[in-house]
């Protein structure tokens, strides 16, 4: 029996061919794959839109060849269209919204029949109706007692988890939008900046070879194809007026800037900072991109 281990960008990483029983899934459970119902394969989680695990689709072939499969291993490290990689990460994310949603809505539920199922016990005792110690009553007394907390706790613990999941799904249903803010954008294209020059040094001074050097220029591809890609998106915003472009050339000490909501006075123009006055005996420094207005120095008051 063949079996074909597939990468590509766009669906992650895939084993193709296998079948139920046929001894694959004792071998790639133990590496860290996956089973997709959905889709009726072995997968490696958070493979999709990154760069391909070589080391461990190699060990997952390896494994398999030795446990009496042939393997073929198919790699298409091809950088696709970065527009389309954002669309599949907001419609991911959308979806984990929805399915957090649901969850939110099953945890309250849940909360609110154990909360009822208490208040059942609760009203069917007198106000201030003691155990009475002795009396034949007093077991179901306690026995109710029990079950009114024992309801109670479990209400609470399917409230709070039932917070949580609505508010991870808040986060998930504004990641799409949050990952376009300018602000996130500019330190974003700071950061692929910053690792595309370290990769790019890596792979001059190294002499690593193999998977090591494979991964890096996978990761580099990556990296580069993202660095343009915002870099574009950085300036038609600054075309259309929705990313400030501040810097040193039009912005001088006294003047005043506008970060985070609220108005600083300028203290020093660096060339990727803007240091401002705190009232204190030091400045703080923020990036350029995260000045929101600017006001010349004796043009008003913050």
């Known amino acids: ?35 997709g119902r959905s889709i009726g394969l072995w997968f490696v989680p958070r493979s999709r839109d990154a760069a391909p695990k070589r080391v461990l689709i190699e060990q997952t072939a390896v494994q398999l060849r030795a446990a009496g499969f042939e393997v073929e291993v198919v790699i298409d490290t091809t950088t696709g269209d970065r527009g389309e990689v954002e669309e599949r990460l907001a419609v991911r994310a959308q979806a984990r919204a929805g399915r957090l949603e649901d969850r939110a809505e099953r945890e309250q539920a849940k909360a609110q029949q154990r909360y009822a199922a208490s208040r059942r016990i609760a009203d069917g005792i007198p106000f201030g109706q003691p155990i009475l110690l002795g009396h034949h009553s007093q077991a179901g007394a306690e026995r109710d007692a029990r079950k009114i907390r024992s309801h109670m706790e479990a209400s609470l613990e399917h409230q709070e988890r039932a917070e949580r999941a609505a508010a991870a799904a808040a986060v998930a249903a504004a990641g799409p939008r ?3 803010s300018p602000v996130t954008v500019a330190n974003r294209i700071e950061r692929l900046a910053a690792g595309v020059r370290r990769m790019e040094r890596s792979l001059a001074q190294s002499a690593a070879a193999g ?15 993202d660095l343009e890609h915002w870099q574009k998106v950085r300036a038609d915003q600054l075309a259309t007026g929705q990313a400030t472009n501040y810097s040193p050339e039009n912005v001088a000490v006294g003047d005043l ?35 929101q207005e600017h006001r010349p120095r004796g043009a008003g008051n913050a």
């Open 1 to 35: 029996m063949t079996l074909t281990i597939e990468h590509t960008e766009a669906e992650g990483t895939l084993l193709h061919g296998t079948s139920r029983g046929d001894g694959s899934a004792e071998v790639v459970k133990g590496l860290g794959w996956r089973w």
């Open 178 to 180: 949050h990952r376009q």
């Open 211 to 225: 998977h090591q050097r494979q991964d890096l220029e996978d990761l580099l591809a990556i990296d580069r194809a």
């Open 257 to 291: 800037v506008k970060i985070s909501g609220s108005w600083h006075t300028v203290a020093r123009c660096n060339a990727k900072t803007v240091a401002v006055k705190t009232g204190y005996s030091w400045t703080s420094k923020a990036p350029w991109h995260t000045v």
